[in-house]
């Protein structure tokens, strides 16, 4: 019978057993985890102030070019449907 993740399939049954975790090697030992963890954390370098008020500046004018878009676009769509339905 082909198995599956906590599914067993049997002729015309679905049964369910119990889901077993797939525990690795390097999962074992939580002092070690956390010791990666930490290393890993240490490597994390932050973007500097000038660095993120550029981008929160591109955000914002993004924003800005994307709303006068949707406005235009919407603007038109509700001038099309007015002239040929004669509605909105």
């Known amino acids: 019978m082909p198995s599956g993740a ?3 399939f049997g002729a015309g049954s679905l049964t369910c057993r119990p889901f ?3 525990i690795d ?3 074992k030992n939580p002092v070690e985890f956390l010791r990666e963890v930490r290393q890993e954390g240490a490597r994390i370098t932050w ?3 000038r660095e993120t008020l550029s981008w929160a500046l591109m955000i914002f004018v993004f924003v800005a070019i ?3 878009f949707f406005l235009v676009v ?3 769509i509700a001038w099309i449907v007015k002239l040929l339905l004669g509605v909105g």
Request: glycine share 12%; net charge positive; hydrophobic share 35%.
């Open 6 to 8: 906590g599914f067993t």
């Open 20 to 22: 077993t975790p797939i």
């Open 25 to 27: 090697e390097r999962m």
């Open 47 to 49: 973007p500097g102030r």
């Open 66 to 68: 994307s709303a006068v």
């Open 74 to 76: 919407d603007k038109l």
